[in-house]
């Protein structure tokens, strides 16, 4: 390569690189684990360059200890090394603080949720993912009777039981029968419910309802995979998810195979319970994924001589919702014919009454405020951007 010269035809002394030109470098520097290059990831603390050509760079591991140290060592000082007028280099490695690990794995995070997979749910499916922090809140009972009530709009909607361990979807639907298969992959159960129809897939349909099913976390979400890939779900126009408690390997692998999920999450009125369910709020939101609302099951109880009783407390759905900037999608109140309802498979929310009505309420407001489903036939990029903008506007 010829030395540079200026107008006069003179040489002139090569020129060191900018601190801006030294980071574009190191873009291509990547770290294998976290897929991403280290200048996005926050990793290159900091860029000097001295006259003399010296290039001094700081860069932060997650931990000390790193097994990739070598190669990310390497890789950084071969691509600043191999620029013009870089007479050497400095590299200084330290580990992350807590801050600056919480940023790295947020972009690792978004990261993953760029590259989704495919699912052979369809693009413009409103998923509502039904979530608690704990068990025994009726989460399986809010997610089969809002879906029957979605339904009796005249919807289509899908009900994906992922609590594969503590599936119980078939029976609160009074559900049974075989999976088939067609062209190798899974056909739901279809419940007619008026005008619209509920497709349905449980493991509770592949196992004995009376033997434990042992698996760890990845067959677990292997499992959940194989139900949003593998299956013909057809033109469903909502899909609801029965999570399984807590924020496990379910819940995470979720957010990566369908980043547009949003959720719904469940509590009881106790401050305990409140508690609880924020971080199911909390593990939604780190994974890029929008919190809808929050519904508030077991709430006042009316005896039959009309006086209510607040038997767990009250206010924790509103507290919750509050705390998060959400809203209260409803209170289900204390009622026998909810359980009773569950225990014979006829979903409250198909017949009449109060509890039908509220669910009714819970439906309409998904349906039209919360999740409207969008026609994207024949959009626009300028469309897009609106439902974009829409979007943005009810998150925050």
């Avoid at 067609?182 to 509770?204: A, F, H, I, N, T």
């Avoid at 508690?275 to 039959?304: H, K, P």
């Avoid at 014919?337 to 198909?350: R, T």
Wanted: charged share 20%; proline share 6%; hydrophobic share 45%.
């Amino acid at each position: 390569m010829a030395a540079p010269t200026n107008d006069a035809g003179e040489t002139r002394a090569p020129v060191p690189p900018t601190p801006d030109e030294v980071r574009q470098a190191l873009r291509a520097v990547i770290d294998p684990e976290l897929g991403d290059n280290i200048v996005d990831l926050g990793m290159v603390r900091s860029v000097a360059v001295a006259d003399d050509g010296t290039v001094a760079v700081a860069v932060a591991l997650t931990i000390a200890g790193c097994p990739l140290r070598s190669q990310i060592e390497r890789d950084v000082r071969g691509r600043i090394a191999g620029m013009d007028a870089v007479a050497a280099v400095d590299l200084t490695i330290a580990e992350m603080d807590a801050t600056e690990k919480a940023a790295v794995m947020s972009r690792a995070r978004w990261k993953a949720r760029e590259g989704a997979p495919d699912t052979a749910v369809p693009a413009d499916t409103r998923v509502l993912a039904v979530a608690s922090g704990k068990g025994g809140v009726g989460k399986s009972s809010v997610t089969v009777n809002l879906a029957v009530a979605l339904a009796r709009r005249g919807l289509s909607v899908g009900v994906l039981d992922a609590d594969v361990w503590g599936f119980s979807v078939p029976r609160l639907l009074g559900m049974e029968g075989e999976i088939e298969a067609r062209g190798g992959k899974m056909v739901p159960l279809e419940l007619p419910v008026g005008d619209g129809v509920l497709r349905v897939l449980s493991m509770g349909f592949l196992a004995d309802e009376d033997r434990a099913i042992m698996w760890r976390g990845l067959v677990l979400n292997r499992a959940v995979q194989q139900f949003l890939q593998d299956a013909h779900w057809g033109d469903v126009q909502y899909l609801l998810i029965d999570l399984p408690p807590g924020t496990g390997d379910v819940q995470m692998g979720l957010a990566r195979m369908l980043p547009r999920t949003e959720m719904l999450v469940v509590t009881t009125p106790p401050v305990a319970a409140q508690q609880v369910a924020s971080r199911a709020a909390d593990m939604a939101r780190r994974g890029y994924l929008r919190v809808a609302g929050v519904i508030e099951n077991m709430s006042d109880f009316t005896c039959e001589h009309g006086t209510t009783y607040a038997l767990f407390g009250s206010g924790g759905g509103q507290r919750l919702a509050t705390s998060l900037g959400v809203p209260l999608v409803g209170t289900i109140p204390m009622h026998p014919d909810f359980s009773a309802g569950g225990d014979a498979g006829e979903p409250v929310a198909l017949g009449g009454g109060e509890l039908a009505a509220v669910f009714a309420e819970m439906a309409r407001r998904v349906a039209e405020e919360l999740a409207p489903v969008i026609e994207t036939s024949g959009c626009t990029a300028r469309l897009l951007d609106q439902v974009e903008r829409a979007v943005a506007a009810a998150e925050g």
